[in-house]
């Protein structure tokens, strides 16, 4: 096997440190914002049911090739594609992997500079200040956007200057908890309001008729982007972890939490949006799409809220926004430390000079998003649903026939010592040798020779 040079590396503080910081990363926008808007673009509970199906058999999966490929090498995506193959297409893989980062991270501040908007509405609506609650919650407004999307980015770069594993672990453990118990208070509440019913049965009764090679695509991006999977996060925090920790057991927390939240904000919007349009609010156009798109639970849950009116209201829906803005943040913060520890690994550059321009570039980028928000749209799909998978495959690929399985076996063997005879191993193996990226491969041809035939 190659040696590889270790730079001296932070660790996490224990090993719930690990699974908190990782839960973090995937636990955000993607469960709160992203799930429910892109399942009811399409078809509602087969969007759910499908979306369930690939994180198991393809998320989990990659979840484990990153972190073992990360604790492996410690480093970022590039070096680590580095120190295990002399292949240069993987250096080209890496470069994707940070690029992806990049500009992932440039339209996600902007949705997360909404919590931050939002968080105002709510107050100025309790109030009385409804100019001022209109204002805020207009997210057209292009210096409104940028405004609220350097705030966030400030706090992330902030955080990333510190190093990666303080304030997350608190966080995560303090807030994240409670965010749960809101979407449930939340979610009880909302069933019991006229119109919710239909959607809960939209959530949970599939149509398999609705299937399509894009829901395919959809829900595997999607699968992708709430994991932080495909573009190197977990291979970057992967490389802090120690090597006492059982990867597929961590792993296997991480899906389990993130897939729990995304499922419980799917129970609070889906039948918030059904109960939004009982109350006369257009949702969907003719043709079945949605009408608000990226801003859609920024439009039905304040409703949410007011409709419940009072301190009562006010308290769900500050705190509400206060703690997504939380998870976002720890979210932003994986998002940002793939190139900052790319810069820093390979380049040499102080972790505060790297977290600085490459925070700067990205907020330069983000600036011409928040004039014209339609761009989230397209970058969303060009880089979450297929860049991220594309990326999966490649790690897929790596790890199979580069790396090698029996490498991967050696690493995985640290911190679980049993895994020659434990079924998890040659499962694991055909499906990172062959479901895995056969499957990718095959939703990615077919829906982008859909897209130019
Ligand atoms: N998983 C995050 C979320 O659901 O909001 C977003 C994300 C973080 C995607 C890190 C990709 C990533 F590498």
Redo the contacts with the bound molecule.
């Keep these: 096997m190659a040696t590889i040079e270790h730079t001296p590396r932070g660790n996490w503080n224990t090993k719930l440190g690990f699974i908190l910081a990782a839960a973090g990363?995937?636990?955000?926008?993607?469960?709160i914002w992203?799930f429910p808007t892109v399942m009811a673009d399409n078809g509602g509970a087969a969007f759910l049911f499908i979306y369930a199906l690939l994180v198991l058999i393809i998320g989990y999966p990659v979840m484990v090739a990153e972190m073992s490929i990360g604790r492996r090498t410690e480093k970022n995506p590039v070096g680590a594609f580095k120190a295990l193959t002399k292949n240069k297409l993987f250096i080209v893989a890496g470069f994707w992997c940070v690029l992806c980062?990049i500009v992932?991270l440039s339209y996600?501040v902007i949705i997360a500079g909404w919590t931050i908007s939002y968080f105002f509405e709510q107050i100025f609506h309790y109030a009385g200040w409804q100019e001022w609650a209109g204002w805020v919650a207009d997210t057209d407004n292009g210096w409104l956007n940028a405004g609220v999307a350097i705030l966030f980015m400030g706090r992330t770069i902030s955080v990333i200057l510190g190093g990666v594993s303080d304030g997350i672990e608190r966080a995560v453990k303090l807030l994240m908890p409670l965010l749960v118990v809101i979407i449930v208070v939340l979610i009880v509440y909302v069933l019991f309001q006229p119109g919710a019913g239909v959607g809960l049965k939209e959530y949970l009764v599939p149509d398999f008729s609705a299937i399509t090679p894009d829901l395919l695509l959809a829900a595997m991006g999607q699968a992708f982007?709430?994991?932080?999977l495909g573009?190197g996060?977990l291979i970057t925090y992967g490389s802090y972890l120690s090597k006492r920790e059982n990867i597929p057991e961590a792993a296997g927390y991480v899906t389990g939490f993130d897939v729990g939240i995304a499922f419980l904000a799917g129970l609070l919007v889906m039948p918030t949006i059904y109960m939004a349009q009982a109350q006369g609010l257009v949702i969907f156009d003719e043709d079945g799409n949605l009408v608000a798109g990226a801003a859609l639970i920024f439009q039905v849950l304040p409703e949410l809220f007011h409709e419940m009116g009072g301190l009562i209201g006010l308290f769900f829906g500050a705190t509400f926004f206060f703690l997504l803005s939380i998870a976002?943040l720890t979210?932003s913060i994986?998002?940002l430390e793939?190139p900052t520890s790319y810069a820093i690994d390979e380049h040499g550059i102080r972790r505060k000079s790297a977290a600085l321009i490459i925070g700067g570039i990205i907020t330069l980028i983000s600036l011409v998003i928040a004039f014209d928000t339609s761009l989230i749209d397209t970058l969303d799909f060009i880089f979450s649903d297929v860049g991220?998978p594309l990326g999966g495959f490649v790690i897929c690929i790596f790890l199979a026939y580069f790396w090698k399985t029996e490498n991967a076996r050696l690493e995985l063997r640290e911190g679980f010592a049993d895994i020659d005879s434990h079924w998890f191993w040659p499962v694991w193996k055909i499906f990172i040798q062959y479901i895995c990226p056969i499957l990718i491969g095959l939703i990615l041809v077919t829906t982008i020779w859909g897209i130019f035939r």
């Design positions: 990363s995937a636990v955000g926008l993607g469960n992203r980062g992932i996600y982007f709430s994991l932080s573009m996060a976002a979210s994986s998002l793939v991220l």
